[in-house]
């Protein structure tokens, strides 16, 4: 069975800092993996898909990598701001087409 | 672009109570699926669809039911609401099964 783990769980940075985000992943056989974002009563926004046949996917200060043979994947934001605080989530693509979660990472960026 | 568009947004149910959470799409996906969210627990798969007439179960299947009529439609049916039911939960679509997912705001559920 598939499962996903995202560590750590919360995150407070000051702003400006680089940060990354830790996604492993116990089966390799996966097809994509998509980073979220998720701010508190909200719904989800999808950032980055990273297709299997992909090593990594870039949009603006968010860059997220994938190494299937390890099990991992992270999410690089670069030079943080405030506005960045929300959960991220990692979730991956089963051969079936069904999305497996993590539990995320709470991030806090302190001006 | 409406994107997913789930209603109602907020609900209060007794239990025993049946109700239907809406899910509308108008992106022509062919996949769609229903998540609950509960603290500590993540987001967990309820129900999905790949196409209109097709349903299969997730992972936490009990105490719902699921059709997809059209393609833009998947309502999620609470039969007989628990309390064990109390959970926000999202809708979500994609063209295919492992492509890009899109979701909606969420139904916040409780149920008493």
């Known amino acids: 069975k598939q499962e996903v783990t995202q560590i750590p769980a919360a995150l407070s940075v000051p702003e400006g800092e680089n940060l990354v985000l830790n996604c492993s992943f116990t089966d390799s056989a996966i097809y994509n993996l998509q980073w979220f974002r998720q701010d508190p009563g909200k719904g989800l926004t999808s950032l980055l898909l990273i297709q299997s046949s992909q090593r990594e996917q870039t949009s603006g200060r968010l860059n997220a990598s994938l190494d299937k043979s390890s099990g991992r994947s992270t999410l690089y934001i670069a030079a943080s701001q405030p506005g960045d605080s929300a959960t991220y989530l990692c979730?991956?693509?089963?051969?079936?087409?069904?999305?497996?979660f993590g539990q995320g990472t709470t991030l806090q960026v302190k001006p | 672009n409406a994107g997913v568009t789930q209603t109602p947004k907020f609900q209060v149910l007794k239990t025993g109570q049946s109700m239907t959470l809406q899910c509308a799409q108008d992106m022509n996906h062919e996949y769609m699926s229903w998540y609950r969210q509960d603290p500590g627990m993540g987001l967990r798969l309820i129900h999905y669809?790949?196409?209109?007439?097709?349903?299969d179960q997730g992972e936490v299947p009990n105490g719902y039911n699921v059709s997809r009529s059209t393609t833009e439609d998947f309502p999620l049916r609470l039969l007989s609401a628990a309390p064990s039911q109390t959970s926000v939960y999202f809708c979500?679509?994609?063209?295919?099964?492992?492509?890009?997912?899109?979701f909606g705001q969420g139904t916040r559920l409780t149920v008493v």
């Open positions: 979500a679509s994609s063209k295919q099964g492992s492509t890009e997912a899109f």
């Open positions: 669809s790949v196409g209109a007439g097709i349903t």
């Open positions: 979730a991956v693509y089963s051969n079936t087409g069904k999305l497996i």
